[in-house]
Nanobody, 124 residues
């Protein structure tokens, strides 16, 4: 079992930056692939970014590529999502996800562990 707790969300203006954190416990963090997803009101949960257990492979949704950066610190059991140049379309609840997979995956159905989510609101 894995427990995930997100933090760092908030209300910002367009163009601002935020860094989300997700602290994991319950299983060896370095064996987990980690992902960030988001869900806006009335929309399905969508992939944002994912990172391999070593941090050597990272994947991004086209909508955030070049603006968001996923990283992890295995010594702190934490994964981060640095979000720059935020846009109103980035407004959503952001979820951290984890699983034990041999490679990075981007589908919500392939992650078994989820955090409670943190709200990010970007005003224009």
């Amino acid at each position: 079992q894995v427990q995930l707790v997100e933090s760092g969300g908030g209300l910002v203006q367009a163009g601002d930056s935020l860094r989300l954190s997700c602290a994991a416990s319950g299983r060896t963090f370095s064996s987990l692939i980690m992902g960030w997803f988001r869900q806006a009101p009335g929309k399905e949960r969508e992939f944002v970014a994912a990172i391999s257990w070593s941090g050597g492979s990272r994947y991004y949704a086209d909508s955030v590529k070049g603006r968001f950066t996923i990283s992890r610190d295995n010594a702190k059991n934490t994964v981060y999502l640095q979000m720059n140049s935020l846009k109103p379309d980035d407004t959503a609840v952001y979820y951290c996800a984890a699983d034990q997979q041999p490679k990075v995956v981007v589908s919500t159905t392939e992650y078994n562990y989820w955090g409670q989510g943190t709200q990010v609101t970007v005003s224009s």
